[in-house]
C-alpha cells in the first residue's frame, strides 16, 4: 500500500495554454496555493505522464503574492485532491488511473515542498486527508483506511469504519475522521473516533452516489454535495440532516466553509458556477459564473458504472483569510467574495 521513493521534479516546462484545473488548494497560512491539471499517460506498461507538457497531468505550487510558479511535478490521470499539510512542509495529491487492460492504478502521492521529492507514495489508493495537527495523513484504499507518520511513513491506525471511503475528512480538531461510504445499501457518512477507531457513528443511507462531504470549521455541521444542485447540511454528533439548500442549477455540487463558518459556498460541477449562502439566515449571497467552467474526465466509464468520483474534485476552496475564493477554471482564478472581481489567475 505503501512506499517510498526518491524522485526527480519538474520545475520549469515548455510554454503551454492555460487549462482547466481539476482541483485546488491553498496553504495553512496563506501564502500559496496549489493547482492540480488532470492528463494523460504515455499509454505504455508501466505509464508514465505523457510527453507532450500539454497533455500530460500536472501538480504545481504558485506564491500568490507574486504569482509565479515555485513548483511543478508531472503525473497522469484524472486528479480529484490536492492539499496542503498543516505545517506546510507537504503537499498531497490523489490520482484515479486505469489501464487499457483494466489494471487499477490509483494513487495517493506526497511530496516535500522544500526540496520538490516525493516523501510518500501510497499505491492503489485513491483517497486521504492530512491530520490538522500535522503529524500524520489517513488514506483509503479499495479495501483499508491506514493513518501514516506524516516524516518517517510508519503506520499508526487503522479505521475499518471508513475502509474504502470515497473521499475522507478530519475535524477541525482531529478527533474525528469522517468518511463517505459506498454500501450495500447505498451512500453514507460515517464517522469515526481517532482516539478509539471502534467508535463509530452512521448517516442514514442515501440512493444516489455522493463524494463530498466536509466539517465547518467548529466541528459542529456537515456538508455534503448532490447532483441536481442540491447541498445538504448534517448534524455533526448525531449525522442526520438539518438543511437542504438548492442552488438551482442541474449539476453535482461540491461545497465548501468560509474560515469562520458563516458563509457556505458551492461550486457546480458542470459549469463551475459558484453560490454563496449566509448560513444564519440562509439568504443567497452571492452567484458567480466561469467562462468554459465546464471540465472533462480522462477515464472512459461504461453507462451502468454508477460510482465516478473523478467527476467531483476538490474544485473550490475559500482562503484562509475568508476574503477570496479560488476556483479550477483556467488553471486557477483567485476572486474576491463580495464582488467577484479576479485578483489573481494561476496558468499551467
Same mark, same amino acid.
Given at each position: ?9 519538474t520545475? +520549469? ?8 484545473a481539476h482541483c %485546488?488548494?491553498f496553504s495553512?497560512?496563506?501564502?500559496l496555493?496549489?493547482?492540480g491539471i ?5 499509454e505504455e @506498461?508501466?505509464?508514465?505522464p505523457?510527453?507532450n ?6 501538480v504545481?505550487? !504558485?506564491s500568490?503574492?507574486?504569482g509565479k ?11 480529484t485532491?490536492?492539499?496542503f ?6 503537499v498531497?495529491a490523489?490520482?484515479?488511473f486505469?489501464t487499457?487492460d483494466k489494471l487499477?492504478?490509483?494513487? %495517493?502521492r506526497?511530496?516535500?515542498i522544500e526540496?520538490?521529492?516525493p +516523501?510518500l507514495?501510497f499505491?492503489?489508493?485513491h483517497?486521504?486527508?492530512?491530520s490538522p ?5 489517513? %488514506?483509503?484504499?479499495?479495501l483499508?483506511c ?8 510508519v ?9 474504502g471511503a ?15 461510504? +459506498?454500501t450495500?445499501?447505498? @451512500?453514507?457518512l #460515517?464517522l469515526?473516533?481517532?482516539a478509539?477507531?471502534t467508535i463509530q ?13 466536509? @466539517?465547518?470549521?467548529?466541528?459542529n455541521?456537515?456538508t ?9 447540511? !448534517? ?8 438543511? #437542504?439548500?438548492?442552488?438551482g442549477?442541474?449539476?453535482l455540487?461540491?461545497? @465548501? ?5 458563516s458563509i457556505?459556498g458551492?461550486?457546480d460541477?458542470?459549469n463551475?458556477?459558484?453560490l ?6 440562509g439568504k443567497?449571497?452571492?452567484r ?10 480522462y ?8 460510482i ?9 476552496v475559500?482562503s484562509?483569510?475568508?476574503q ?12 474576491? %467574495?463580495?464582488?467577484g472581481?479576479?485578483?489573481r489567475?494561476?496558468g499551467?
Amino acid at each position: 500500500m505503501i512506499s517510498l521513493l526518491a524522485g526527480a521534479v519538474t520545475s +520549469a516546462a515548455p510554454f503551454v495554454p492555460a487549462r482547466d484545473a481539476h482541483c %485546488v488548494a491553498f496553504s495553512t497560512d496563506g501564502s500559496l496555493v496549489a493547482t492540480g491539471i488532470s492528463g494523460l499517460s504515455n499509454e505504455e @506498461f508501466p505509464p508514465r505522464p505523457h510527453p507532450n507538457p500539454r497533455k500530460c497531468a500536472v501538480v504545481q505550487i !504558485w506564491s500568490i503574492e507574486s504569482g509565479k510558479r515555485v513548483l511543478r511535478v508531472e503525473s497522469f490521470g484524472d486528479l480529484t485532491q490536492v492539499a496542503f499539510s498543516a505545517d506546510n512542509q507537504f503537499v498531497a495529491a490523489s490520482r484515479l488511473f486505469v489501464t487499457a487492460d483494466k489494471l487499477q492504478l490509483n494513487e %495517493v502521492r506526497v511530496w516535500d515542498i522544500e526540496t520538490g521529492k516525493p +516523501a510518500l507514495i501510497f499505491d492503489r489508493c485513491h483517497a486521504f486527508s492530512f491530520s490538522p495537527h500535522g503529524n500524520a495523513i489517513a %488514506v483509503a484504499s479499495q479495501l483499508r483506511c491506514v493513518v501514516y507518520d506524516l516524516t518517517s511513513g510508519v503506520k499508526l491506525k487503522q479505521f475499518p469504519g471508513v475502509a474504502g471511503a470515497l473521499s475522507l475528512r478530519y475535524a477541525p480538531d482531529g478527533e474525528r475522521l469522517l468518511g463517505v461510504v +459506498a454500501t450495500d445499501y447505498g @451512500f453514507e457518512l #460515517r464517522l469515526c473516533d481517532v482516539a478509539d477507531p471502534t467508535i463509530q457513528l452512521s448517516s442514514s443511507p442515501l440512493d444516489e452516489p455522493f463524494y463530498t462531504a466536509q @466539517f465547518s470549521p467548529d466541528g459542529n455541521v456537515l456538508t455534503s454535495g448532490h447532483t441536481g444542485g442540491s447541498v445538504l447540511l !448534517w448534524d455533526a454528533d448525531s449525522l442526520t440532516p438539518i438543511r #437542504r439548500l438548492q442552488t438551482g442549477g442541474r449539476g453535482l455540487q461540491h461545497p @465548501f466553509f468560509s474560515p469562520d463558518g458563516s458563509i457556505l459556498g458551492s461550486g457546480d460541477q458542470t459549469n463551475g458556477d459558484v453560490l454563496f449562502w449566509d448560513l444564519i439566515g440562509g439568504k443567497e449571497l452571492a452567484r458567480y459564473t466561469f467562462e468554459k467552467g465546464a471540465f472533462h474526465t480522462y477515464r472512459v466509464r461504461k453507462p451502468e458504472d454508477r460510482i465516478t468520483p473523478e467527476k467531483d474534485p476538490a474544485r473550490f476552496v475559500f482562503s484562509p483569510d475568508g476574503q477570496s475564493f479560488l476556483s479550477a477554471p483556467h488553471g486557477g482564478i483567485l476572486r474576491l %467574495v463580495a464582488t467577484g472581481q479576479d485578483t489573481r489567475r494561476f496558468g499551467d
